[in-house]
Structure formats: structure tokens, C-alpha cells
């Protein structure tokens, strides 16, 4: 456009200059109007000077603040990648350790599960052998105490028909007791004893009127009866039963109480494991939570930096062409000015005859 109005003056200075020097002072308003051009270009100038400073600003603040943005987001990207290596690698680890605690606190609740089926099978035993040896106890004393009865009856020869179906009574019940206990009676008694209580128990009478048919004193029928030596076995007996029932009764109170103690050690190991698991386990899911969002968070800050890479991208070569620009300009319109201040030169030298000189 500049360029364009000095070729019109200089059109217009070359009609001047033919006309006559009554005529020059068109030449004037010529100068006039350079003049005010040249202001004008100078106003522009500065004018576009401040509207690139200003975006020159724009660019420094902008490019600064993008470039510490960037270096901000790498340092956090590598943080949170450390991080979520860290979370992902110790929640695998809590959760193997949770699995070996499951197994463990299930190995030790199997544990307790079965001793204290051992010993509820222990005590059911236990309380019907009592049961048993207690009715063992009880048929012998009663043996010993029907046949001491029979026995004085006996010599007295004063046993009431009552009296001897008590007798058969008690003998069939120690018939019973007799074949259900032969395993401890064998231990209990010799070979000799044995083979006693068995001709007892198919013949117990004999024992008592084989003493009393004959014609020996009391005494020495007392003395021979075989009725004594029944007595001495059943009461050996008894004393042995009641001696196994007392071991075993001390037994049972044994076996209770170490159950007790390893009932007490498993509830505390199993106790002590699930506060562990539950531990663990909160521990977990607070460690799965943070590296969620430790992942979360790396993919924002990854689409920021890319966002913020690709602007800082645009804005260097934004500002590379306002810097070209602006340059191309300055030199532009520097071109011009010097152009329309030679013009006015040349002008005011044919104005006035003066040799003309420009002054760049």
C-alpha cells in the first residue's frame, strides 16, 4: 500500500515539476502529506512495536510456564511409576502371605477339629468304661456281700427261700460281669485263681455244702471251705477294678486337661492368625486402592504432558512466525519510510534549488 502512494506522489512531483514555478506549490502539500505519512509509519511502528512486546511476552510467560509444566509432569510420571511398581509389587506379596496365613490358620482350625473329636471319642469311652467298671464294682460288692450272706446262712442252715433267690441272682449278674470284663480279669488273677471262680460259677453251691456235709467242727469247716477262697479272689476283684477305675478316672482328668492346653494354644494361634488376615487384608485393599489411583492419576498426567508437549510445540513455532513477521515488517516499513523521506527530500530540493541530500 506504501508503495503504492509513493509511486503516486512521485507521479504527482513529476507533473509538478513541468508545470510552471508560478505553479509549485502544489509541491507543498505534497511535502505536507509526506510528512504526515512518515508520521503515520512511525505511529504504526511503535504501535506494532507494543503489540509485539506484548506477544513476545506472551510467548516467554507461556513457554516457560509449559516447559516447567512438562519437567513437573515427567517428575511425576517417574514418581507414580515407582510408586505403582511398589504397590503392585507388595500386593503380591500380601497376598501370598494372606494365602499362607489361610492355610495355616485352616491346618491349625483342622488341628483343633480333631482333637476335639479325639476327645469327645476319649470321653465317650471313658464314660462308658466308668459306667461298666462302676456296675463291675457294684455286682462284685454285691457278690462278696450275697455270698458272705449265703455263707453264714449256710452253717447256720438258716437260709430263707428270699435269701437264696437273692444268692442265684447275684451270681447269674456276676456270671455276666465275669464274661464281660475277661480280658482285665485275666490280668488280674493267676491261672489257678481263674479256674476257682470258673468251678464257682458252675457249681457255686458245692463250694458251700461240700463244708458242711461232713462232720468236722466249725471251725475247721470255716477253715476248709472253699467259700473263703472265692471270697479272697472276688475281693481281689473288686480291689482291682476299683484300682483301674481310680487310673483310669486319673487318666481322664489328664487327657482334659491336655486338651485343654491344646485347645487353649490353637484358639490363640488361630485367634493371633485371623487378626493377621485381617491385617493383611486391610492392608491390602488400602495398598490396591492407591495404585488404582496411582494409575489413574499416571494416565492424566500422561494425556497433560502429551496436551502440553504439543502446545509448547505450537507455541515455539507460533512464536518463531511472530518473530519473522514482525522482522519482515520492521524492515518493510523501514524500507518505506526511508522511501518517503527521500521523496520529500527530492521535493523540497526542486522546491527551493538546493543540491538534495537524504540522510538514511
Same mark, same amino acid.
Given at each position: 500500500?506504501?508503495?503504492?502512494?509513493?509511486?503516486?506522489?512521485?507521479?504527482?512531483?513529476? !507533473?509538478?515539476?513541468?508545470?510552471?514555478?508560478?505553479?509549485?506549490?502544489?509541491?507543498?502539500?505534497?511535502?505536507?502529506?509526506?510528512?504526515?505519512?512518515?508520521?503515520?509509519?512511525?505511529?504504526?511502528? @511503535?504501535?506494532?512495536?507494543?503489540?509485539?512486546?506484548?506477544?513476545?511476552?506472551?510467548?516467554?510467560?507461556?513457554?516457560?510456564?509449559?516447559?516447567?509444566?512438562?519437567?513437573?509432569?515427567?517428575? /511425576?510420571?517417574?514418581?507414580?511409576?515407582?510408586?505403582?511398581?511398589?504397590?503392585?509389587?507388595?500386593?503380591?506379596?500380601?497376598?501370598?502371605?494372606?494365602?499362607?496365613?489361610?492355610?495355616?490358620?485352616?491346618?491349625?482350625?483342622?488341628?483343633?477339629?480333631?482333637?476335639?473329636?479325639?476327645?469327645?471319642?476319649?470321653?465317650?469311652?471313658?464314660?462308658?468304661?466308668?459306667?461298666?467298671?462302676?456296675?463291675?464294682?457294684?455286682?462284685?460288692?454285691?457278690?462278696?456281700?450275697?455270698?458272705?450272706?449265703?455263707?453264714?446262712?449256710?452253717?447256720?442252715?438258716?437260709?430263707? /427261700?428270699?435269701?437264696?433267690?437273692?444268692?442265684?441272682?447275684?451270681?447269674?449278674?456276676?456270671?455276666? /460281669?465275669?464274661?464281660?470284663?475277661?480280658?482285665?480279669?485275666?490280668?488280674?488273677?493267676?491261672?489257678?485263681?481263674?479256674?476257682?471262680?470258673?468251678?464257682?460259677?458252675? =457249681?457255686?453251691?458245692?463250694?458251700?455244702?461240700?463244708?458242711?456235709?461232713?462232720?468236722? =467242727?466249725?471251725?475247721?469247716?470255716?477253715?476248709?471251705?472253699?467259700?473263703?477262697?472265692?471270697?479272697?479272689?472276688?475281693?481281689?476283684?473288686?480291689?482291682?477294678?476299683?484300682?483301674?477305675?481310680?487310673?483310669?478316672?486319673?487318666?481322664?482328668?489328664?487327657?482334659?486337661?491336655?486338651?485343654?492346653?491344646?485347645?487353649?494354644?490353637?484358639?490363640?494361634?488361630?485367634?493371633?492368625?485371623?487378626?493377621?488376615?485381617?491385617?493383611?487384608?486391610?492392608?491390602?485393599?488400602?495398598?490396591?486402592?492407591?495404585?488404582?489411583?496411582?494409575?489413574?492419576?499416571?494416565?492424566?498426567?500422561?494425556?497433560?504432558?502429551?496436551?502440553?508437549? @504439543?502446545?509448547? !510445540?505450537?507455541?515455539?513455532?507460533?512464536?518463531?512466525?511472530?518473530?519473522?513477521?514482525? @522482522?519482515?515488517?520492521?524492515?518493510?516499513?523501514?524500507?518505506?519510510?526511508?522511501?518517503?523521506?527521500? /521523496?520529500?527530500?527530492?521535493?523540497?530540493?526542486?522546491?527551493?534549488?538546493?543540491?538534495?541530500?537524504?540522510?538514511?
Amino acid at each position: 500500500m506504501f508503495a503504492s502512494v509513493v509511486v503516486a506522489l512521485l507521479a504527482v512531483q513529476g !507533473a509538478a515539476v513541468v508545470q510552471d514555478d508560478a505553479k509549485n506549490r502544489p509541491v507543498s502539500k505534497v511535502i505536507t502529506l509526506l510528512n504526515d505519512m512518515v508520521k503515520q509509519l512511525e505511529k504504526e511502528k @511503535e504501535e506494532d512495536k507494543e503489540t509485539f512486546e506484548t506477544m513476545d511476552c506472551w510467548c516467554t510467560t507461556n513457554d516457560a510456564a509449559k516447559t516447567t509444566a512438562i519437567a513437573d509432569g515427567e517428575s /511425576t510420571i517417574a514418581t507414580l511409576t515407582a510408586n505403582i511398581q511398589s504397590y503392585t509389587a507388595l500386593s503380591a506379596k500380601l497376598n501370598t502371605e494372606i494365602e499362607n496365613l489361610e492355610k495355616e490358620l485352616a491346618a491349625n482350625s483342622d488341628a483343633l477339629d480333631k482333637a476335639t473329636a479325639v476327645r469327645k471319642k476319649e470321653l465317650a469311652e471313658f464314660n462308658a468304661e466308668e459306667k461298666s467298671s462302676l456296675q463291675t464294682i457294684s455286682s462284685l460288692k454285691g457278690a462278696v456281700g450275697a455270698l458272705a450272706k449265703h455263707h453264714d446262712s449256710a452253717f447256720l442252715q438258716s437260709e430263707s /427261700t428270699e435269701d437264696s433267690m437273692d444268692f442265684i441272682t447275684v451270681v447269674s449278674d456276676l456270671h455276666a /460281669t465275669l464274661h464281660k470284663n475277661t480280658a482285665a480279669i485275666k490280668q488280674m488273677l493267676s491261672p489257678k485263681q481263674r479256674k476257682t471262680i470258673d468251678a464257682f460259677m458252675q =457249681s457255686p453251691e458245692d463250694f458251700f455244702d461240700s463244708g458242711l456235709n461232713g462232720k468236722k =467242727s466249725t471251725k475247721a469247716l470255716l477253715q476248709a471251705a472253699p467259700s473263703a477262697e472265692i471270697f479272697g479272689v472276688l475281693k481281689q476283684m473288686k480291689e482291682g477294678f476299683e484300682n483301674n477305675l481310680g487310673q483310669s478316672q486319673a487318666d481322664e482328668m489328664k487327657n482334659q486337661a491336655d486338651y485343654e492346653g491344646v485347645k487353649a494354644g490353637k484358639e490363640k494361634e488361630i485367634a493371633a492368625g485371623q487378626a493377621m488376615i485381617d491385617l493383611k487384608t486391610s492392608t491390602l485393599a488400602d495398598t490396591d486402592l492407591k495404585n488404582a489411583e496411582s494409575k489413574k492419576t499416571l494416565a492424566e498426567t500422561q494425556a497433560t504432558l502429551a496436551a502440553d508437549s @504439543e502446545f509448547l !510445540a505450537k507455541l515455539k513455532e507460533t512464536c518463531r512466525d511472530l518473530d519473522h513477521q514482525f @522482522e519482515q515488517r520492521t524492515k518493510t516499513r523501514g524500507q518505506e519510510i526511508v522511501a518517503v523521506q527521500e /521523496t520529500i527530500l527530492s521535493n523540497l530540493h526542486r522546491l527551493h534549488q538546493v543540491p538534495m541530500a537524504v540522510t538514511r
